[in-house]
């Protein structure tokens, strides 16, 4: 979740969307990011009806032209031309790899980066930027990204994997990406203690945890 004062973002919705947003006590979202269509990243998309009863206005919903389509296909009941009464309320809004949003008043910019051989979005904000999923990342991505302040970056395990970043492949592009600090997240419980692991990692990089905020 991204927010300040007046505007509140979350990219995607997993199975346990509704229990993060009852953990926090999220009162508002404004607008939902979608990085790709797996199901860890949309499932949880029934659930933006309670912000639609407390807005009385349909939810933003931006994603590539492929994952809305998957999502239409996936939840055909919210955007049926008479949907059940109750039915979540959606705008599905198509972004584009490198062409900046204003979303309120939060910039975002949508990069491209690659899921194994699947292109999905990670996105840049003013100071951050947050990338899930990512296997590999093309120059264009990289160079907007480099010397950023803070990045969120996935890294599944030890073991090779033909879509995710393994530990080793991910603190190799943290090293070529340069953050001032870079938090770990997407792990799986393959990779170990956090008191094991986070006493190899290098200086400035952190594994993430559920309930971690960061201030900019």
């Known amino acids: ?7 509140t973002i979350v990219i995607d ?14 009162q508002r979202v404004d607008a939902i990011l979608l990085t790709h269509e797996h199901n860890d990243h949309v499932s949880g998309l029934d659930d933006v009806r309670p912000y639609n009863f407390m807005t009385r206005k349909d939810m933003p919903v931006y994603g590539l032209p492929r994952v809305l389509e998957d999502v239409r296909q996936r939840f055909r009941y919210i955007f049926e031309d008479n949907p059940y009464p109750g039915a979540p309320r959606i705008k599905a809004i198509e972004i584009t790899p490198y062409q900046s949003l204003e979303i309120g008043t939060i910039e975002v910019l949508p990069l491209r980066v690659h899921h194994g051989s699947l292109d999905i979005l990670g996105f840049l904000f003013p100071g951050f930027a947050y990338l899930t999923d990512v296997k590999s990342i093309p120059v264009r991505s990289l160079e907007l990204l480099s010397g950023i302040e803070i990045l969120i970056i996935s890294a599944l395990h030890h073991k090779a994997h033909h879509s995710h970043l393994n530990l080793r492949e991910a603190l190799d592009l943290i090293e070529r990406i340069g953050p001032r600090k870079c938090y770990l997240t997407h792990m799986s419980h393959e990779m170990g203690l956090y008191a094991h692991i986070q006493a190899q990692l290098p200086l400035g990089v952190e594994l993430a945890y559920d309930g971690l905020e960061i201030e900019l």
């Open 1 to 7: 979740m991204v927010s300040d004062d007046q505007t």
């Open 13 to 26: 919705v997993g199975p346990d969307f509704r229990q993060q947003m009852l953990r926090e006590s999220v």
